[in-house]
């Protein structure tokens, strides 16, 4: 066994996550530390440490319920978090090997510290062996990412509506307003959200985000209007030193136009490569059919990415409990 030694990263040593993440294939802008802090809420880094040098880490976000349920939440907006691990030149065996020894060590710490939890990992992860002979439950979701080294061949393998989509957006006289829109923005995404019947508010959070990543320089609009100066869509997409993150956007179907959103949408892959040189962009798949339709006439390769879930007993007879004092209450109100 090797000698992997776990302790939480202190707040001294953020500047030094910051770059682990940059410098892994693994990190993300979700692993940062100013994304973490936005939320308000606990967390810690779990850091782990061979020969005291970092080698992996684990940031989680963390509540106490008033029953003394010790809970990891994935929030709204993250779209991943998961291990994030030291970049090795060594041979696959030797690799692979240390990376599940680290995820035992990791594994069995959360079930130590934690009753109930659920973590998505960032798509480079995909070896979950450890967490599954820990007892762990496995999910896999998709996301589409777009190489975008080369715009002309993204255009070409678009499908023919999706271009057509932009082609009539331009004759329409569709503009794209990149000036700090943010609120628009997040009302045009509820309005999709609520032709979607889906039930999620994420305003507050979403509002805290954006003045960090502001000051970040992390954040970028694309609102796109009629001629009349009337917003119909937007997308709001946010970067780290890999790729960019689709992460908020929609269309407003009362004043419905077809093509507004997919110009917004292509915009951002634009200033993506353009502007910030990047080669990647992250559509933050959606397992919700028709927005997982729209984005895959994109061009994007489908790309798995995967969670784990565990719970002990404590935590499972809390949910029994509020699940049947629900169904109490929804009976008290029904007679």
Known sequence: MLNFIIKDIQKEEYKEWDKFVDDSPYGTIFHKTYWLESFGEDFK???CFKDNKL?????VIFIDSSLGVRSIYHPELTAYLGIV???L???YVSEISQRKEVCTIIAKKLKDDFDDLYIKFSPNFNDLQSFIWEGFSAFVKYTYILDIEDLESVWMNMSTKRRN?????KRDMICIDEEDKFDEILSIQQTSYERLGVDIDFQTIASRHHEILKQKKKCHFFLAKKATGEPVAGAYMIWDNKRSYYIIGGYDHIKSHHGALTLAVWEAIRYTKEELNLNQFDFVGSMVPDVENYF?????ILTP??????????ANLVRQAKKYSNFALKKLRIK
Request: hydrophobic residues 30%.
């Open 165 to 169: 989509n932009m082609r009539r957006a």
């Open 89 to 91: 030149q060594d041979k």
């Open 55 to 59: 080698f992996a880490g684990l940031p």
């Open 296 to 300: 895959r006439k994109f061009g994007g």
């Open 305 to 314: 990415y995967y969670a784990i879930r565990w719970s002990n007993k404590k």
């Open 45 to 47: 880094i779990y850091g």
């Open 85 to 87: 691990f030291k970049e």
